[in-house]
Antibody, heavy 119, light 113 residues
Framework: QVTLRESGPALVKPTQTLTLTCTFS??????????VSWIRQPPGKTLEWLAL???????SYSTSLKTRLTISKDTSKNQVVLTMTNMDPVDTATYYCARIREGAFFDYWGQGALVTVSS | DIEMTQSPDSLAVSLGERATINCRSNHSVLFSPNNKNYLAWYQQKPGQPPKLLIYWASTREFGVPDRFSGSGSGTDFTLTISSLQAEDVAVYYC?????????FGQGTKVEIK
């Protein structure tokens, strides 16, 4: 059974760095073709893809946010970590992690973590 | 980045009637070497994460009712719900994975008329 769970602070102040952890089970990120990605969704808005890391450790980032994002993995803990620097109120959103199957589409999603940026 | 545009933004359909959602990309998502369209559809209900419905433009995910179908190729795609049920009220998103830089459509809200 595949599960993913996001964890991290619910509230961050402007200019702070956000660190989110995705803890997963039911698959291994060392399996060829497996990837884990982060996606966010501001309240009432559409989904925005942020970053992914694959089984080989290769990373990809959103063009508009790549200077602020870092994704990493700890395969021994079955975790993927996303850091986003210089947080702003416009970054208020639900942040999801999702598994990518066949290196392609998102087949399993976490429940999401709502992060509010406010002073 | 590949831009995905859905139409309409919302639609209201009577129970048992057909709902059709369109998705257009500004770059073909058809990969010629394997003749696959790198496009997926997701359903999102309030307070829930998105759920995968369709991948490779027309392959239904395991457990998805067969009233959901996907079609299209290249830059133009359609998600069809053949007979709308009350539990299908949701927002539907298309998403391309042709590019490593994944992108989503803006979403289409489906309601009951």
């Amino acid at each position: 059974q595949v599960t993913l769970r996001e964890s991290g602070p619910a509230l961050v102040k402007p200019t702070q760095t956000l660190t989110l952890t995705c803890t997963f089970s039911g698959f291994s990120l060392t399996t060829r073709g497996m990837c884990v990605s982060w996606i966010r969704q501001p309240p009432g808005k559409t989904l925005e893809w942020l970053a992914l890391i694959d089984w080989d450790g290769d990373e990809s980032y959103s063009t508009s946010l790549k200077t602020r994002l870092t994704i990493s993995k700890d395969t021994s803990k079955n975790q993927v970590v996303l850091t986003m620097t210089n947080m702003d109120p416009v970054d208020t959103a639900t942040y999801y992690c999702a598994r990518i199957r066949e290196g392609a589409f998102f087949d399993y999603w976490g429940q999401g973590a709502l992060v509010t940026v406010s002073s | 980045d590949i831009e995905m545009t859905q139409s309409p933004d919302s639609l209201a359909v009577s129970l048992g009637e057909r709902a059709t959602i369109n998705c257009r990309s500004n770059h073909s998502v058809l990969f010629s070497p394997n003749n696959k369209n790198y496009l997926a559809w997701y359903q999102q209900k309030p307070g829930q994460p998105p759920k995968l419905l369709i991948y490779w433009a027309s392959t239904r995910e395991f457990g998805v009712p067969d009233r959901f179908s996907g079609s299209g190729s290249g830059t133009d795609f359609t998600l069809t719900i053949s007979s709308l049920q009350a539990e299908d009220v949701a927002v539907y998103y298309c998403q391309q994975y042709y590019s490593t830089l994944r992108t989503f459509g803006q979403g289409t809200k489906v309601e009951i008329k």
